[in-house]
């Protein structure tokens, strides 16, 4: 069973840093597309960086310039090291990503848990 599990969330102060990585794990014959998501109380899911298993990477304009995504192939892991984190970037951030499992017919996509960020003073 193919799994998402991420890691490094928790509180920072404005104008901090924060490196979140997320890790896929179970039968996984392929992996696609790869990204970061977030959803801030009272607002909709939106899409925070991507990157594709080939290609330019994507960015939401409000991040374009703090955030950097990166993907390690070898060990199926995405990271987003986020700087310079401002209020309104509180939220949970999920992991995102495109498999197709081993032993199937069709690739899915997968969510993790989700990890909170939250930028205080």
């Known amino acids: 069973q193919v799994q998402l599990v991420e890691s490094g969330g928790g509180l920072v102060h404005p104008g901090g840093s924060l490196r979140l990585s997320c890790a896929a794990s179970?039968?996984?014959?392929?992996?696609?597309?790869m990204g970061w998501y977030r959803q801030a109380p009272g607002k909709q899911r939106e899409l925070v960086a991507t990157?594709?298993?080939?290609?330019?990477?994507e960015y939401v304009d409000s991040v374009k310039g703090r955030f950097t995504i990166s993907r390690d192939n070898a060990k199926n892991t995405v990271d987003l090291q986020m700087n310079s984190l401002k209020p309104e970037d509180t939220a949970v951030y999920y992991c995102?990503?495109?498999?197709?499992?081993?032993?199937?017919?069709?690739?899915?996509?997968?969510w993790g848990q989700g990890t909170q960020v939250t930028v205080s003073s």
């Open positions: 179970g039968s996984i014959r392929s992996i696609y597309g």
């Open positions: 995102n990503a495109l498999i197709h499992p081993g032993g199937t017919l069709l690739s899915h996509t997968f």
């Open positions: 990157v594709p298993s080939g290609g330019s990477v």
